[in-house]
């Protein structure tokens, strides 16, 4: 356990900090030796992650293999990943898939809203293509098994070097490096020089609890509609999301962008997924 000490600061550093990780959006991983990893636990706030709690311990090498022919639906498939844990606290993150398949030591995800003024604009993919060349873009699509899949067939044909900073759009940011304290860096920088790039305003929450009303219509990201539908508009996690998801949706309007909103379909897709149902009940808890 003495190996996580220095994944678990990171980690709860990475979580503490609002403008890039919203109640318990996000997630982290380490792999630890050939087989297993630690992956941050569903609904757990990655700010109170701890040595003692907030993670499982998974055979990534399982979940690998596993994705090569996946089950057929969603609850399926995070029944089939739950399987693969060895220890821990709770259910692994939804998002364990894709922590499996990057072939780096560690790996960060989280919902940066600088970043989200671009992605979740239409015009943010040729601007990030032009900031990060080297990038990875993956298009809208659903967390859990799509993501995952996605990446899957990604990472099959890149180079393992050049997996590095993957871009999520209407959803957030990954980076995977071997080293700890690069794969941070590179997740922070990215949310800065984004900032910067645009000249926007500092993310402060207080100041984004007068939400636009178009946003209890439209969703700019997956956890948007979890948080709507938990019909508490008093917990964190809708706040922090509503927060954020304002926030992203002033800037789009106000850098000249233009907004990206969820589609319909993806939306239903969204709300009949076993896995997000799960973790809105533990947060409700
Ligand atoms: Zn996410």
Redesign the pocket.
């Known amino acids: 356990m003495n190996d996580l000490k220095e994944f678990v600061e990171i980690s709860s550093k990475l979580g503490s900090d609002l403008s890039l990780v919203q109640a318990g ?2 997630n982290t991983s380490q792999k630890i030796d050939s087989k297993l990893m630690a992956v941050k636990s569903s609904g757990t706030f990655l700010r109170n992650i701890s040595l003692e709690k907030g993670f499982c311990i998974l055979n990534y090498e399982d979940v690998k293999n596993y994705h090569d022919m996946p089950a057929e639906t969603e609850s399926m498939y995070s029944r089939d990943i739950n399987q693969f844990v060895k220890s821990g606290n709770g259910r692994p993150s939804m ?1 364990s898939g894709f922590h499996a398949i990057i072939p780096k030591k560690f790996v960060l ?1 989280s ?1 940066p809203v600088y970043l989200n003024v671009l992605l979740c604009s239409q015009e943010g993919e040729s601007i990030l293509n032009t900031l990060y060349p080297d990038s990875v873009f993956i298009e809208t699509i659903a ?1 859990g098994m799509k993501l995952s899949m996605k990446i899957k067939l990604i990472v099959d044909k890149m180079n393992e070097d050049d997996i590095c900073t993957l871009f999520l759009q209407n ?2 940011l990954i980076t995977a490096s071997n080293n700890l304290i690069n794969c941070y860096e590179m997740h922070k920088n990215v949310a800065k020089n984004v900032k910067k790039e645009l000249s926007l305003p500092k993310f402060i929450f207080e100041n984004n609890q007068d939400i636009d009303p178009i946003l209890f219509e439209k969703n700019l990201f997956p956890d948007q509609i979890v948080f709507y539908d938990s019909g508490d508009r008093d917990s964190d996690g809708f706040k922090e999301n509503f927060a954020a998801a304002n926030y992203i949706f002033a800037q789009i309007n106000g850098s000249g962008l233009t907004p990206l909103f969820l589609e319909s379909q993806l939306i239903d897709y969204i709300r009949s997924m076993d896995s997000e149902k799960y973790r809105l009940n533990l947060e409700q808890k």
């Open positions: 959006g996000g998002e995800h919902h967390p959803h957030g």
